[in-house]
């Protein structure tokens, strides 16, 4: 049964960008801004050697936090599929904005970007031994998205059932 920690890098840190949802016809399909904030879930089966599921400074979320900086701080996210997308691409090239291109700008979607982006940077900083099961995308107090691994959902299902069949064996 692995164990769990958990990190939240809450919209206090400054992470200020702009975006809109260009398909939604609202508001939100105007440019608009958030600082963002992100709760994250890491799991592991084993501890490493100070009994950490994973190392909050830089041997390990370091690297995240530099990353989400490098994303999402002062930054325009547009989406690939934005028909104003050139536009947008127009500013950065005046220097006039910090353009971000991501696959899409719904907090879901930012949820599933960061958790892909900070999976990598984290099985390469634990050599595969712990893994990001949740990432959380908060747009402000009231409105977030969560997005939970698939392999992290079977991870847990599979130590489930082996904890059961132990159980049944003694």
């Known amino acids: 049964m692995p164990f769990y920690s958990t990190k939240t890098y809450g919209p206090e840190r400054g992470l200020s960008c702009a975006y809109r949802q260009w398909d939604a016809g609202t508001d939100c399909q105007l440019l608009h801004g958030y600082a963002l904030g992100f709760r994250f879930v890491f799991a592991a089966e084993q501890l490493d050697r100070r009994g950490w599921v ?10 995240i936090r530099r990353w989400l900086h490098k994303m999402f701080d002062h930054t325009l996210l547009v989406a690939v599929d934005d028909p104003a997308r050139d536009v ?6 005046a220097g006039l904005a ?4 991501v696959p ?4 879901e979607r930012l949820a599933q970007h960061v ?9 390469d900083a634990t050599q ?4 990001l099961s949740l990432v959380e995308c908060f747009e402000h107090s009231a409105n977030s998205a ?7 959902v079977q991870r847990q299902t599979v130590a489930d059932v082996l904890q059961a069949v132990l159980r049944e064996m003694k």
């Open 54 to 63: 994973v190392d909050f400074g830089d041997g390990g979320f370091g690297k």
């Open 88 to 93: 947008f691409e127009s500013l950065a090239a």
């Open 98 to 101: 910090d353009l971000r291109t």
């Open 104 to 107: 899409s700008t719904s907090c």
């Open 115 to 123: 958790h892909d982006a900070a999976q990598e940077i984290l099985h």
């Open 128 to 131: 595969g031994r712990c893994w």
């Open 146 to 152: 969560l997005f939970e691994a698939p392999d992290a």
